[in-house]
């Protein structure tokens, strides 16, 4: 089936692979309930508010839309209506947008009711006219999301700025909810974009959804100006554990977890949805393929996919978007075999895999029992495995402790260290110890060429046999490699956007323990 440009290809009749994107449109929102997925959005051309609905994620590209609700004239809720999210909540279907009358000072926060996904949806009786839903500051609002918090309550999440009208900055909100149409509490100002991700063009947070894993609570939104293509990204806000949400000192901002690679430019509206058989979590996002979109990034916006995890503590982790046209597999559960929902281990590179590239696979024989540590084997020229940890950020410590067993024979120049930042085959900086030639040596490729090595002498004495630690620190287009607390330290120069980390040895078995990337944000 071929949707204008959007392709889904169907290699038997219960196989499909896809590529993205999928279809056209913006600000996803998607819900999966009783074993069907919906899917919401503005202006279908069909109403205002229009629903697909599909029992396999790839089979929303061909559904049909239905109209659901259509604004009234000369209202608050007329014109402007914006993001538009169907939540089922205690046996009951509810829609929550954000609406205006023609002017986008004048947005706030409304709700409709319905019988089902699929029927006429009402104005809800909120106790304002037209379904407004009833927040303390009477503030510019937009993009709220209601969910479930670990405590087992319901919130409602959406973007604000400090006045009645739309001046910068736009920030995340929260309040509790009594009921699906009842904020029954004070707003809370949980964020303010400051980081360098949420500040491009315009210092904006939008776009919250909140959601609750592993007994934790998070909530995703999207940085910066949405109107420049190459400027959205994803951002995450992480709620410590057993703390109220509606305290904003509980709350703790990273990311972006998710930004512009290669192809791909502007991903953002993230939301988190199980495959059919549940074994397996994708993310749906809308993203661009340029950066020089005309009149301005909403015209070139459409959907994409792709599968996301979590970490053991319900951390989400998305690697990098995938380009256009790069052949997935379909969801578990649409032909494709069960997967799983965490990362707790090694694997192939990110950047590679969402290019479309055979590079950056896993090579050698690894023993490793969690995510934080590993140990090599003999006989390698150049033996990789990938942390499953955020590459994003574009500043952080990458950080490793390692020991050495033995060396082979096999190879010219046997060393032992760990990747720094590996963005795809042609862009990646590691940091190795040579015993031969007893330096700590270093080495990039930018851009497909290669940059060299370069040595510092170990220090006298050194006990190779013992544990030591290797920190490396990228601040801008600067790399400090660091050996025991900087017993050896030294910095170079490289023009790398960001990567992930991962362990590398040239023909030699090695210890490694403790792992960790420690981005710098906020």
């Not at 999301?145 to 009645?164: E, P, R």
């Not at 340029?290 to 319900?314: E, H, L, T």
Request: contains cysteine; charged residues 15%.
């Amino acid at each position: 089936v071929v949707v204008v440009t959007y392709l889904i290809i169907c290699l038997v009749s219960v196989l499909c692979d896809f590529t993205n994107p999928t279809f056209k449109s913006q600000d996803p929102w998607l819900t999966f309930v009783n074993g069907t997925y919906y899917y919401t959005e503005s202006g279908c051309g069909v109403a205002t508010i229009c629903v697909k609905e599909s029992q396999t994620l790839t089979g929303l590209a061909s559904a049909d839309w239905v109209g659901l609700w259509n604004a009234p004239a000369n209202a608050p809720n007329s014109g402007d209506v914006w993001a538009p999210e169907m939540h089922y909540v205690d046996g009951g279907w509810y829609i929550y947008y954000a609406a205006d009358d023609g002017n986008n000072n004048n947005h706030r926060l409304f709700v409709l009711q319905g019988d089902c996904p699929t029927c006429q949806f009402q104005e809800a009786n909120t106790g304002l006219a037209h379904g407004q839903l009833r927040e303390s500051t009477g503030n510019w609002a937009i993009d709220p999301d209601v969910f479930t918090a670990a405590d087992g309550k319901l919130y409602i999440t959406w973007s604000c700025t400090n006045q009645a009208n739309s001046a910068f900055p736009q920030r995340i909100c929260l309040a509790p909810m009594s009921d699906p149409v009842t904020i029954s509490g004070p707003t809370v100002f949980l964020s303010t974009p400051t980081a360098y991700w949420e500040t491009r063009d315009a210092p904006i947070q939008e776009g919250p959804v909140g959601y609750t894993h592993s007994g934790r609570t998070y909530i995703t939104y999207s940085g910066s100006a949405s109107w420049v293509s190459n400027d959205y990204s994803v951002g995450l806000l992480t709620l410590a554990e057993g703390a109220s949400p509606t305290d904003s000192n509980n709350w703790s901002k990273s990311g972006p977890i998710f930004d512009h690679h290669s192809g791909v430019y502007g991903p953002g509206s993230v939301v988190f949805v199980p495959s059919v058989d549940g074994s397996e979590y994708w993310v749906m996002y809308h993203a661009i393929d340029s950066d020089n979109c005309s009149p301005n990034a909403y015209a070139c916006r459409d959907i994409r996919m792709q599968q996301m995890f979590f970490d053991p503590v319900g951390y989400p982790v998305l690697g990098y978007p995938v380009n256009p046209g790069v052949t997935l597999k379909a969801p578990a559960g649409e032909g494709s075999p069960s997967g799983t929902t965490l990362i707790a281990d090694f694997g192939p590179s990110w950047g590679d895999a969402a290019e479309g590239s055979n590079n950056g696979q896993v090579s050698g024989q690894w023993n490793y029992s969690d995510r934080f540590g590993a140990t090599s084997n003999l006989g390698g020229a150049w033996d990789q495995i990938f942390s499953p940890w955020n590459p994003n950020p574009d500043g952080f410590t990458a950080h490793v402790e390692v020991q050495h067993v033995e060396t082979g024979t096999s190879q010219q120049f046997p060393k032992y260290g760990f990747f720094c930042s590996y963005d795809d085959a042609n862009n990646h900086a590691e940091v190795m110890i040579d015993l031969n030639y007893k330096v700590l040596a270093s080495h990039a490729v930018v851009g497909g060429v290669d940059q060299g090595w370069q040595n510092q002498n170990l220090p006298s004495g050194f006990d190779e046999t013992e544990w030591h630690s290797i920190d490396c620190t990228k601040s801008g287009s600067t790399y400090t490699f660091s050996l025991d607390n900087g017993a050896v330290k030294y910095s170079r120069n490289f023009n790398l956007q960001n990567g992930q980390t991962g362990l590398v040895v040239v023909d030699t078995i090695a210890n490694y323990r403790n792992l960790q990337l420690y981005p710098v944000c906020c």
